[in-house]
């Protein structure tokens, strides 16, 4: 589920009422918002944590929408700020709190195999450290080059490789994988 921004939370004005600006920004936001959520989501596992994330993110892209929509990424630059976000997240929360791949509680008769196996590839996702997992959803589920994923974590492209091997070599393991895909998982 997406949630979808009502716009009277950011401004209190009809759409007729708006400055080019905020028209602009508002237009921004309408148009992001899903693809930026499930990025947030993806990073953090928590529909409500991914919410705060981008009101966060767009509130921050809003206070300097005017420099921001003239470098020519402004989304890039916002999802940029979601990563930022959720890696100070993960930083801050507890470190008594460990992901289980364990599914059998909440296993329920009926489901399809492939409900099941998205749960335990994303319980397994979730055990990777703070950049695997990052370097993985910008990589897999985002789409993003290695550059560009080296650009919004501010690391190098052969850090993004690294990270992208190691935790492909841990999902594998983690996933009973019996033998290594040649292509390295990368898509063809």
């Known amino acids: 589920m997406v949630a979808q921004p009502a716009s009277t939370r950011w401004v209190r004005r009809s759409r007729t009422e708006l400055s080019g600006e905020d028209s602009d920004f508002d237009e921004f936001m309408s148009a992001h918002w899903a693809s930026l959520f499930r990025t947030a989501y993806l990073l953090t596992g928590d529909s409500h ?19 921001i929509s003239t470098m020519g990424q402004p989304v890039a630059y916002t999802r940029k700020i979601v990563t930022n976000q959720a890696m100070s997240w993960w930083r801050r929360s507890s470190s008594s709190e460990v992901p289980s791949l364990d599914i059998s509680g909440d296993h329920h008769a009926g489901h399809e195999d492939q409900v099941t196996q998205a749960s335990v590839v994303w319980a397994a996702l979730a055990t990777l450290p703070t950049k695997q997992r990052a370097v993985m959803v910008l990589r897999y589920y985002e ?33 009973g994988a019996l033998e290594h895909d040649p292509t390295n998982g990368d898509p063809a």
């Not at 944590?49 to 420099?67: H, M």
């Not at 993003?144 to 974590?153: G, Q, R």
């Not at 992208?164 to 996933?175: D, F, I, K, N, V």
């Open 143 to 175: 789409d993003l080059s290695e550059a560009e994923i080296a650009d919004t974590l501010g690391i190098s492209t052969g850090s993004v490789k690294s990270h992208a091997s190691a935790a492909r070599t841990t999902l594998a393991q983690r996933l």
């Open 49 to 67: 944590l991914a919410e705060d994330l981008l009101q966060t993110a767009f509130a921050k892209v809003y206070l300097s929408w005017s420099k």
